[in-house]
Every structure is written in C-alpha cells, then in structure tokens.
C-alpha cells in the first residue's frame, strides 16, 4: 500500500527546512518496505508581505512579542535542529513573499518531471534559509528551476501572469478549512497529522505504524 503524504508548508517557514529534510531521513530508511507519494501543499504565513518585504528581526518581535535575546535563542535552536538533520541555516535578515514560489511548486507537481517538486522545495528553502535569497525575486526563482532542471521559458511565462494564482489560493483554504493553521503540518492518507518538525525517528515510527494498519 503506498502512503500518501501532504507535506503543508511555507518556503518562509524555517521548522519547514528542518521537517522536511527530517521526513526524508525517515523516508530514506523505510523506503524498501513503504512506497510513498510526497506532495508538498502551499501555506503562507504572511499572505499580506510586501514585495521588498520586513527586517526578520523587527517582524518576528511585533509577530510573536519576542525579545533579541529570545529571537537569539530560537535561532540557536534552528540551527542545532538544521545541523541535526543535514540543513544549514545562515542569517536571514529579511522575510519576503512566497507566492509566486508556490505557484511555481504548484506548477511543477503538474508539468515538471517525477520528483522536480521536491527538488524545486528544496531548491527553494536553501536559497531562502541558507543563503537568504529572496523566494518571492522572480530572477532567484527561475534560476532555481533552470537549476532543477524545469523548463525556464515555461517558469518565465507562469511568473508574468497569473497562472496557477486561483488553484493555489484554492489549495490553501482547503488546507485551512482542514484546520492546518500552523506549519510544517504533514498529513497522511488524508487522515493522520504530525505536526511540527519532529526528529525522524518520530516520523519514522509513524509511517511503520500506519503503514501496519493497511
């Protein structure tokens, strides 16, 4: 029986890097015994983002209430858990919009080749998180497809217009209808939600259990 997951994030998600690259070391080791499907699902923690975007610090303080020293802590912690899971977190002094990035993932779930949307979410949360690249600049994001190996011409095209505009805005209300209001959210089989970017033993352990349950 294959699995289905739906992998509900935001490229400006920073726990979404570590979840992901956790969930695919839990795949990694259960891939001989449990086929799965992985798609990735669109959620934008700030919809309303200006396209020059926010200073991360300023942002995050006004978003959460955080002090420097508590911002300070939680992005040791990011990057103790990145390290643990093989992601590289650098400094981010700025947070854009993600969704014409979305519409691109969008894009590549239904044209691009096997497997080129994750290699495109990939490509996307190091440009963002790693290398602080703008996600939302419409030049770092069709060097990200030529580099996925996606069609540039066709990326260029979507990017003028407002293709897959309506789909991703549906796409993102189901998953909120569906109560998804924090991310990384990874729901299996359409039933089963792990929320969070838990260690791979944790979705390891899941995916065996399910998996036993038929």
């Not at 891939?31 to 200006?50: D, K, R, T």
């Not at 396209?51 to 300023?58: A, I, V």
């Not at 949360?125 to 011409?153: F, I, K, M, S, W």
Request: hydrophobic residues 40%; proline residues 6%.
């Amino acid at each position: 029986m294959t699995l289905k997951i739906d992998f509900v994030s935001d490229v400006a998600c920073p726990w979404c890097a570590v979840g992901l690259h956790s969930l695919q070391t839990a795949l990694a080791r259960v891939s001989a015994e449990i086929p799965v499907e992985l798609h990735f699902q669109p959620f934008e923690l700030n919809p309303a983002m200006p396209p020059e975007g926010e200073d991360t610090l300023q942002h995050l303080a006004k978003k959460y209430g955080m002090s420097l020293a508590q911002l300070a802590q939680a992005r040791e912690t990011l990057r103790q858990r990145g390290a643990e899971v093989g992601f590289t977190f650098g400094e981010r002094p700025r947070i854009w919009n993600t969704f014409d990035a979305h519409r691109l993932l969008h894009w590549a779930a239904l044209e691009g080749p096997p497997n080129s949307q994750r290699q495109l979410k990939l490509a996307l949360l190091e440009a963002y998180h790693t290398h602080a690249q703008n996600p939302g600049a419409h030049d770092v994001l069709l060097r990200l497809t030529a580099q996925v190996g996606l069609d540039v011409e066709r990326a260029s095209g979507i990017l003028a217009s407002n293709e897959f505009s309506e789909a991703v805005r549906e796409r993102e209300r189901f998953w909120q209808q569906q109560g998804i209001h924090s991310v990384p959210a990874i729901v299996i089989n359409d039933r089963h939600l792990i929320s969070g970017g838990q260690p791979p033993e944790v979705f390891e352990q899941a995916l065996r259990q399910i998996a036993a349950q038929g």
